[in-house]
């Protein structure tokens, strides 16, 4: 009996010994486990925060551009990846109009959080470009002040406020590009292809596709008149206009003020100096007197924007050009365009600022030459911009500002 109680106990304690060490395995195991999660948690944490900081770096290198709406005139501002600012035109004045389109270019800028103007860009001296710009040198100081030079097309009112400007830029910095020249934005190489009428001939350097054959000069016909005013074409302001062809790494955007029909073929004839580019903002608002398929079709933009009006800019021929480029993805528009209609027009869904009643499907005729014809649609509510997001990579991302509507290209 003695044995047999000797036995049980030391079964008992070799059962006890057993589940002692097994409990001290499991305690061990589950120390390494614990130990390991939080080796791993470190790591996921550590990525985490790499990650997160790799994403606002890459959203600080980011070029942004503000397609803003000054009521069928031109203005634009450019931030470049290392935060220096560029303006390119000035919108609507002198007068009331100019006080609104300072307003609106003074909106961008405190959303693009600028605090000075590096360099002022006027294309040419026509009111629609220029008007707003003493106004807004009284909002925000201006280093540089860009311009192609003497009028060529005087009258007394644009006269007095051309002498305006003169005394505005004597208290800065005043430069008159050449073509070919360079503006010297940090981050960016930021080309000017044409001022005062003499375009480009030479092919950039490395451009993709630059100095090729242009296939579109054989069915080019010249312009004897502008088809939309029905004036001569020559020696006039939209002529002078300070053309840009900016690149920043592997993206590029070409904007050439209100370049005209002619000079396109002057550009780009027979040989195709610029290349293709990603984005194209289109030429004097969307009009037919430029925009021509030489031009367009050949320089290949994914995307095209157009800063028109609700009576300018957007007719069905040149909205024609426009849709047909090839490689096109999409045509934003800074208004809905009465001129082309429903017919001609982008989604809704890429136009920054529509109309609030019906609208035609077909286009409604412009007014008769020398006949300013009833007043343009009135614009209801807030001007909204379209804003462009630019990577080093090439990638860039599109949005209307009215319904937040993104697109990445």
């Known amino acids: 009996m003695a044995a047999s109680l000797r036995r049980r106990t030391n079964a008992q304690d070799a059962a006890t010994a057993t589940s002692t060490i097994r409990n001290a395995c499991r305690g061990v195991m589950l120390l390494v486990f614990i130990r390991h999660m939080r080796a791993n948690l470190v790591v996921l944490v550590a990525l985490a925060l790499a990650l997160t900081a790799l994403l606002a770096a890459q959203r600080a290198k980011a070029l942004r551009i503000y397609v803003i709406d000054v009521e069928g005139g031109n203005a634009q501002l450019w931030v470049s990846p290392a935060g220096e600012s560029v303006v ?11 006080v ?34 003493t106004e807004l040198a009284t909002r925000i100081p201006i280093r540089d002040f860009i311009d192609h030079g003497p009028n060529v097309q005087p009258n007394p009112q644009l006269d007095e406020y051309l002498r305006q400007y003169a005394e505005v830029y004597a208290k800065a910095k005043h430069t008159v590009p050449k073509t070919g020249d360079r503006i010297p934005v940090n981050g960016l190489d930021w080309r000017i292809v044409s001022v005062t009428g003499r375009p480009l001939k030479t092919p950039i350097p490395g451009a993709p596709g630059a100095g090729r054959p242009n296939p579109y000069c054989g069915r080019f016909v010249r312009h004897d008149v502008n088809p939309v005013s029905g004036g001569p074409l020559g020696n006039t302001e939209d002529e002078q206009s300070v053309a840009s062809l900016v690149t920043f790494e592997r993206f590029r955007v070409l904007y050439l003020g ?29 009009q037919p007197s430029s925009n021509s398929e030489l031009l367009v079709h050949a320089v290949r933009p994914k995307a095209i924007v157009v800063n028109n009006g609700p009576r300018k800019g957007g007719q069905p021929s040149a909205m024609n050009v426009l849709l047909t480029a090839p490689r096109l993805e999409d045509l934003w528009q800074i208004h809905f365009a009465f001129l082309g209609g429903q017919e001609y027009a982008s989604p809704g869904l890429f136009i920054a ?36 997001s630019a990577q080093p990579d090439g990638g860039f991302t599109i949005t209307n500002g009215r319904n937040g509507f993104s697109k990445t290209y």
Not at 88 to 98: F, H, L, M, S, V
């Open 88 to 98: 390119i035109d000035t919108g609507n004045g002198p007068g009331p109009a100019a």
């Open 258 to 286: 209100d370049f005209d029909w002619n000079q396109e073929f002057e550009l780009m004839c027979p040989t195709n100096p610029i290349g293709t580019v990603d984005l194209f903002i289109a030429s004097r608002h969307g």
């Open 353 to 388: 600022n529509t109309e609030d009643t019906a609208v035609p499907i077909a286009p409604v005729p412009a007014p008769a030459r020398g006949s300013q014809g009833p007043p343009a649609p009135v614009h209801n509510g807030p001007a909204h911009w379209i804003k462009v």
């Open 100 to 133: 609104r389109d300072a307003d609106r270019i003074m909106a961008a800028v405190r959303d693009a959080g600028v605090t000075q103007i590096d360099h002022l860009i006027t294309t040419h001296f026509h009111g629609d470009h220029v008007g707003g710009l």
